[in-house]
């Protein structure tokens, strides 16, 4: 089997130094194998770097980087076959990332697996996204 990887260079996923996380964490934004493509996790943060203080802009950044990462691997939202949110404090803003996601997750629907975790790696983020998606060719 053959894979292909992408890091995405886009600002919004800059780090310290002038990397971007892929670079500094060695690792993909994207992996396209077996006629899939695998989504690392995005979560919320706006351009800067910093976090939202609002929930709903958390999601809706989430949401816009998962969508970038996709159409830099030729692929589309409606391309989506897997969904799974990561979660701190579901309980409480649930109902407003089922909204959110609802604008950007056309049908067919993927499937949705949804957690509630402790934490994610900075303090203060409430959602990360993972994905796959069937592959364009």
């Known amino acids: 089997m053959t894979k ?7 600002p919004i996923f800059a ?7 892929f670079d500094k964490f060695q690792y993909s934004s994207a992996v396209k194998a077996g ?5 690392a996790g995005q979560i919320g943060l706006n351009a800067d770097g910093s976090i939202p203080e609002k929930p ?4 809706i950044n989430a949401f816009e980087r ?4 996709l159409e830099e691997t030729g692929c589309e939202m409606s391309d989506l076959v897997e969904l799974v949110s990561y979660h701190v ?3 409480t803003h649930l109902a407003e990332f089922a909204k959110i996601k ?5 049908e067919p629907f993927p499937t949705w697996t949804i957690l509630d975790i ?20």
């Open 66 to 69: 998962l969508k970038l990462v």
């Open 118 to 137: 402790a934490g994610l790696a900075r303090p203060g983020l409430i959602i990360e996204i993972k994905a796959v998606a069937a592959a364009r060719n």
């Open 89 to 91: 404090g579901l309980s």
């Open 4 to 10: 292909k990887t992408y890091a995405s260079k886009n």
């Open 15 to 21: 780090a310290a130094g002038g990397d971007t996380i």
């Open 56 to 59: 709903k802009q958390q999601f």
């Open 102 to 106: 609802s604008q950007y997750v056309p």
């Open 35 to 39: 006629g899939l493509v695998f989504v």
